[in-house]
């Protein structure tokens, strides 16, 4: 399988606490994304990071990469009770039409 | 807009029978994909297009096939369904891929049982 992996697979946190988000892949890429899927509901695009990039912010997301490592942090800064979903990490392989998706971590926001 | 668009929501198949998936998008996008979802396994690509006309295998391609005759429609098909496709599928479509831009558009899933 080419899937990469995320860490943790489950994560519980209090309303107003970070919750970071680790995901590893495998091949050389040109992006890696991430994506957040509510229960029973299709993905949602969240943020894009190049790789020639090392870190990204967009509103209370901040996404790091490390080609060296081949991994990829997503944190989400003063939580909400909304924020509880499923976050996958997707690879966008060099010169490849196709996205690897991770396996997800699953996050619970406890108000 | 309605953006990506599935029918239908909900199947139950017996083992054996056939079923076609469709999946629309009016965003004009090049590029279609079709993912599987299992629990604990994330999301699987079962076949891709990159254009009209065209199509590709992903990483588990067996006992599916896919068409996409107009731009708009990516059809997947079941020949003979077995009980190992029962799944969550997701179609998708983006407009550029290996770009900023580069973000997949998902429809909200079709739940197919097979018994």
């Known amino acids: 399988s080419q899937q990469g992996e995320e860490d943790p697979q489950a994560l519980s946190i209090q309303e107003g606490e970070n919750a970071t988000m680790n995901c590893s892949y495998k091949t050389s890429i040109n992006n890696l994304q991430w994506y957040r899927q509510n229960s029973g509901r299709g993905l949602v695009h969240l943020i894009l990071?190049?790789?020639?990039?090392r870190e990204k912010h967009s509103g209370r997301l901040r996404v790091t990469l490390d080609t060296s490592k081949k991994s990829s942090s997503l944190l989400i800064t003063a939580s909400r009770a909304a924020d509880t979903a499923s976050y996958f990490c997707?690879?966008?392989?060099?010169?490849?039409?196709?996205?690897?998706f991770g396996k997800g971590t699953k996050l619970s926001v406890i108000p | 807009n309605a953006g990506v668009t599935q029918t239908p929501k909900f199947r139950v198949l017996k083992t054996g029978q056939s079923m076609t998936l469709l999946c629309a998008q009016d965003?004009?996008?090049?590029?279609m994909y079709w993912y599987r979802q299992d629990p604990g396994m994330g999301l699987r690509l079962i076949h891709y297009?990159?254009?009209?006309?065209?199509?590709a295998k992903g990483e588990v391609p067996d006992g599916y096939n896919v068409s996409r005759l107009k731009k708009q429609n990516f059809l997947l098909g079941l020949e003979s369904a077995a009980p190992s496709q029962t799944s969550v599928y997701f179609c998708a479509s983006t407009a550029e891929v290996r770009r900023s831009t580069d973000t997949q558009y998902f429809g909200p899933g079709t739940r197919l049982t097979v018994l």
């Open positions: 965003m004009n996008h090049e590029y």
């Open positions: 297009s990159v254009g009209e006309g065209t199509t």
């Open positions: 990071i190049r790789s020639n990039e």
């Open positions: 997707a690879s966008r392989g060099a010169g490849s039409y196709q996205l690897t």
